[in-house]
């Protein structure tokens, strides 16, 4: 039945991808053939090349690798750039080699254990017994410094949830394993957010904010974004608990569990050689990316220090084959957008695309929060038709910040803003990755995803006022940019 539910599906896909590919043609004819209106005729040609792209990589209809490479190659043929290197210049953007690094660096972390074995350490405890959904979701929180991606956060902690539900003898598909559920997919994201490293999203945000108009060294984006991120996670884990009753368990259970010293049903072992390496090189790059927030060293510099150390003869931790699991994907998406942002910027397109918003939204007319809600409502809008959160924030951010600037908004604490809400919304499954898997390995479904996602994003919107009001002008002040 599954086999044959597949195959019905395959031509539903087909279908789709054949759309969205004429679609992206279609956009690219225009640019060709329509009389220049609103753009000047190279500005025109970018914003063709920019929606071809962006039509594939919203439908999906060829890899982002393929999509990425057409995107810079058509840059050329247009005439939009005067030579390949010219439409390849996003490539060298120090983003692209940044995201390498970190990714490398999760794989590293993922192929030793290292992962497994903290959150075998966390389910092993009997300290969190009487609270088992706080406990989880606190540990969940705690790995986010540890291990930036939050799919395989998800991913290791599956079994943990099934393993506390089993030890409490829980109902499966209950209240306990959907709060659960929804911690993993919805919430467990935004603890990335927390650090400049800790993913796609906060890097290629500190890297629009950094090319627009200052540098955000690690601890300033730290200062400015734990408590911040913290609190919009104890809330939402906190509303998961009690829209499904997560947190109740029965008093009787758990004093048994206590008895037995947690949910383990075992001890855990001493870290390994290779556990012992990837920790101390991952604890050295936090401490020189602390260093460097104050002396200027580059952030790059830590992580690529990291990786060498890892894949140095006799470690060999990273090897060649690890390679082939960099989300390289992404990467083609961020070297592709830098990409024809510069052009957009070098053809005056992104100043056109400012200029008709702020004719059409009276932005000087208002007040600067109204001002931030509508560019922050724009966000949420373009964000639910991705299906990744950094790739939205390409698209997105950059118009934000420039618009946000012409009417006086901080672009910092706007950068900020954006990323905070971006990365609390999920409308739709396919909006975030580790939604998917929570939604495959629990008991969740559309409606679950849909109106917890509208919670979440709405919690957002209270941190990023809250924040914006009172905490990030406090902090900034340490921090002159």
């Known amino acids: ?38 753009f000047a005729p190279n500005a025109q040609d970018v914003m063709a090349v920019f929606g071809f792209a962006l039509v594939l990589w919203l439908t999906e209809a060829v890899p982002y690798v393929v999509s990425g490479t057409l995107a810079v190659v058509l840059l050329v043929v247009f005439g939009v750039a005067p030579s390949f290197a010219v439409a390849a210049s996003g490539f060298a953007s120090s983003l692209v080699f940044f995201l390498l690094l970190v990714f490398l660096l999760g794989t590293a972390i993922d192929e030793v254990d290292l992962d497994r074995w903290f959150a075998s350490r966390l389910r092993s405890s009997g300290e969190g ?16 410094f540890l291990m930036p991606s939050a799919v395989a956060r998800a991913v290791t902690f599956v079994p943990v949830v099934r393993r506390v539900r089993d030890a409490y003898d829980l109902d499966p598909g209950g209240g306990f394993e959907r709060s659960s559920f929804l911690v993993l997919g919805h919430v467990n994201p935004v603890a990335s957010l927390a650090l400049m490293t800790g993913g796609g999203m906060a890097l290629v945000t500190a890297e629009i904010v950094r090319s627009g108009s200052r540098s955000v060294t690690w601890l300033e984006w730290a200062a400015l974004m734990i408590p911040p991120v ?20 029965d008093a009787s ?39 460097g927030s104050v002396t200027g060293l580059p952030a790059i510099v830590p992580a690529a220090l990291a990786v060498a150390v890892l894949a140095l003869p006799g470690i060999e931790i990273l090897t060649a084959a690890d390679a082939a699991d960099v989300s390289w994907g992404i990467l083609f998406v961020v070297g592709a957008m830098f990409s024809i942002l510069d052009r957009m910027e070098a053809t005056g397109a992104l100043r056109t ?108 919107l209270v941190v990023v006022a809250v924040s914006w009001a009172v905490y990030w002008p406090a902090v900034a002040a340490a921090f002159p940019g």
Not at 129 to 144: G, I, K, Q, T, V
């Open 253 to 291: 259970v758990q004093e048994s569990v206590e008895a037995d010293g947690g949910t383990s049903g075992g001890t855990v072992g001493a870290l390994t050689r290779d556990q012992r390496i990837v920790a101390a090189t991952m604890a050295g790059a936090v401490c020189l990316w602390l260093l």
């Open 1 to 38: 039945m599954p086999d044959d539910a597949h195959a019905d599906d395959e031509p539903a896909l087909a279908r789709a991808d054949a759309l969205g590919i004429a679609a992206a043609v279609a956009v690219l004819a225009w640019g060709a053939l329509a009389e220049p209106s609103a």
């Open 230 to 249: 913290a609190a919009l996670y104890a809330l939402s884990a906190a509303t998961a608990g009690l829209l499904y009753g997560g947190a109740a368990v």
């Open 353 to 460: 695309i400012v200029e008709a918003a702020t004719g059409a939204v009276p932005f000087h007319a208002m007040p600067h929060w109204q001002g931030a809600a509508v560019l922050l409502g724009v966000a949420v809008c373009v964000r639910v038709l991705f299906s990744t959160g950094s790739a939205a924030m390409l698209v997105v951010l950059p118009v934000a910040l420039r618009i946000g600037g012409e009417i006086g908004l901080n672009r910092l604490f706007l950068a900020l803003a954006v990323v905070l809400v971006v990365g609390s919304t999920t409308v739709f499954p396919f909006n975030t990755t580790a939604v998917l898997v929570s939604m495959e390995e629990g008991p969740l479904d559309g409606f679950d995803v849909l109106a917890f996602g509208l919670v979440t994003m709405t919690y957002s």
């Open 129 to 144: 017994a009487a609270r088992p959904f706080r406990s989880l979701a606190a540990n969940l929180f705690a790995l986010a």
